[in-house]
């Protein structure tokens, strides 16, 4: 069945943080007097929920609870949100899919005021139907706020995919009822994602020039 929508997440999928992230919860394990971590632990180890990253990074919630962690890495975050750059294939790629007619939305774990922000700063928010934040930075919601979407999207289940780069992004897909495709360019490692029996990829290019080759005939996104 052709697909007709796609659903992005936003980090480490459109938008190229990993090292943000990386760099920002290095501040706060330094406060906290915890080993910081490598590029490597981190592909590792992240996961959803966050709370259970947090405590694989060795915080203990009885004496410092989890919100107020959350809270200081999201400062840090956004006092250098701006420096993340999108990933240098995902203009080509939204544009790709547009001029196939297929339609585009937004769905992340990150508050609608910073996607709201960033989407602006970056002049991409004309790219997407809807874009979907959540009211809390916990990274709670999405999938809640994923099946709300699907319901007023109106389509057959096979004719939407969710494309993410974290396992959640697949459980988050199949709670909604989307196919999906995973991008190891963000959160989570190559291997990690491969495991889990999704289709990965190693770029956003090498997904649109797999996916729609059929679509896109020889010029390929790059």
């Known amino acids: 069945m052709k697909i007709k929508h796609i659903i992005w997440d936003w980090n480490g999928t459109l938008l190229n943080d990993?090292?943000?992230?990386?760099?920002?919860?290095?501040?706060?394990?330094?406060?906290?007097?915890?080993?910081?971590?490598?590029?490597?632990?981190?592909?590792?180890?992240?996961?959803?929920?966050?709370?259970?990253?947090?405590?694989?990074?060795?915080?203990?919630?009885?004496?410092?609870?989890?919100?107020?962690?959350?809270?200081?890495?999201?400062?840090?975050?956004?006092?250098?949100?701006?420096?993340?750059?999108?990933?240098?294939?995902?203009?080509?790629?939204?544009?790709?899919?547009?001029?196939?007619?297929?339609?585009?939305?937004?769905?992340?774990?990150?508050?609608?005021?910073?996607?709201?922000?960033?989407?602006?700063?970056?002049?991409?928010?004309?790219?997407?139907?809807?874009?979907?934040?959540?009211?809390?930075?916990?990274?709670?919601?999405?999938?809640?706020?994923?099946?709300?979407w699907m319901n007023e999207l109106h389509v057959g289940p096979h004719e939407v995919l969710f494309v993410g780069d974290t396992l959640h992004d697949l459980d988050v897909a199949k709670s909604i009822g989307a196919d999906c495709v995973l991008i190891s360019t963000g959160h989570t490692s190559y291997d990690r994602l491969q495991k889990s029996g999704a289709p990965t990829f190693h770029s956003l290019a090498d997904f649109v020039n797999d996916i729609f080759s059929d679509q896109i005939g020889f010029e390929e996104v790059n």
């Not at 490598?38 to 929920?49: A, E, G, Q, S």
């Not at 939305?105 to 139907?129: E, K, P, V």
């Open 18 to 148: 990993l090292w943000l992230g990386i760099e920002a919860i290095n501040v706060v394990l330094k406060r906290y007097d915890l080993p910081i971590i490598t590029k490597k632990t981190y592909l590792d180890i992240f996961t959803f929920p966050v709370i259970e990253y947090y405590k694989k990074l060795g915080f203990d919630f009885n004496k410092n609870p989890f919100e107020i962690v959350g809270t200081e890495f999201i400062e840090e975050y956004t006092r250098r949100q701006f420096e993340a750059k999108l990933h240098p294939d995902a203009l080509n790629t939204m544009a790709c899919l547009q001029s196939m007619s297929i339609s585009q939305s937004l769905l992340s774990a990150a508050t609608q005021g910073m996607l709201d922000t960033l989407t602006n700063y970056h002049n991409i928010q004309d790219r997407f139907m809807k874009i979907i934040g959540q009211n809390n930075h916990y990274a709670y919601g999405k999938e809640e706020a994923g099946k709300q």
